[in-house]
């Protein structure tokens, strides 16, 4: 299971899902398409203060379709795609030991992503919510978002989970190979089962 939460509860993720938009979006487009955005994500109450606790997961889904829908595909999914690069970058800075991160990086690829992956998993709820993540390490890795907010209830012909794709590039390449990059290769939004992404190095 990825989420302690009880029976019933509203699932809850981490803010970088909020906030690390807020900061990609206003360097890409500017302050007023951040408030834009947010206030047709029924989210304008984070333009005066952004979350400092765990989010409802549903205000993660709201936000990624109001970027979809205010700027379109060509500028929303890169937007979200730096928003999950500043998402590792936190995580780096602050929630990911210093000690564990060097042994990391002294440790062969291939050990170091599945250490990697079983540390994504047992912290998958903050960014999957009731959704549920899996990994299988190899060549490529294979990681798997199933049920995630960041492409529920959306349909679309090319796959839109660009957080979870940068967040998971910037972990891999800074930990596992400085030349992994992260390719999501289905998505639930297409039809597919799970959103599913590919680490290559």
């Not at 929630?95 to 990697?116: D, G, N, T, Y």
């Not at 978002?145 to 910037?170: H, K, M, N, Q, W």
């Amino acid at each position: 299971m990825n989420a302690p939460a009880e029976l019933g509860a509203i699932a809850r993720v981490g803010p970088n899902a909020v906030i690390r938009v807020a900061e990609a979006l206003e360097e890409a487009r500017g302050p007023d398409a951040v408030a834009r955005v947010f206030r047709t994500a029924g989210l304008e109450h984070y333009l005066k203060t952004l979350p400092s606790e765990m989010v409802d997961e549903r205000e993660v889904t709201r936000l990624q379709a109001a970027l979809r829908e205010q700027l379109g595909l060509d500028v929303a999914r890169p937007v979200s795609h730096d928003a999950g690069l500043r998402t590792g970058d936190y995580l780096l800075a602050n929630r990911i030991p210093r000690p564990v991160q060097r042994l990391l990086v002294i440790l062969p690829a291939r050990l170091a992503s599945r250490v990697l992956i079983s540390a994504i998993r047992r912290n998958a709820w903050t960014f999957v919510g009731s959704g549920v993540f899996d990994g299988k390490p190899g060549r490529p890795t294979r990681l798997t978002v199933t049920d995630g907010p960041i492409c529920r209830g959306a349909s679309a012909d090319e796959p839109l989970c660009d957080f979870y794709a940068g967040s998971f590039e910037r972990l891999f390449s800074r930990l596992v190979h400085p030349n992994a990059r992260v390719t999501e290769v289905a998505c639930q939004a297409s039809g597919d089962e799970s959103c599913v992404f590919e680490v290559r190095w």
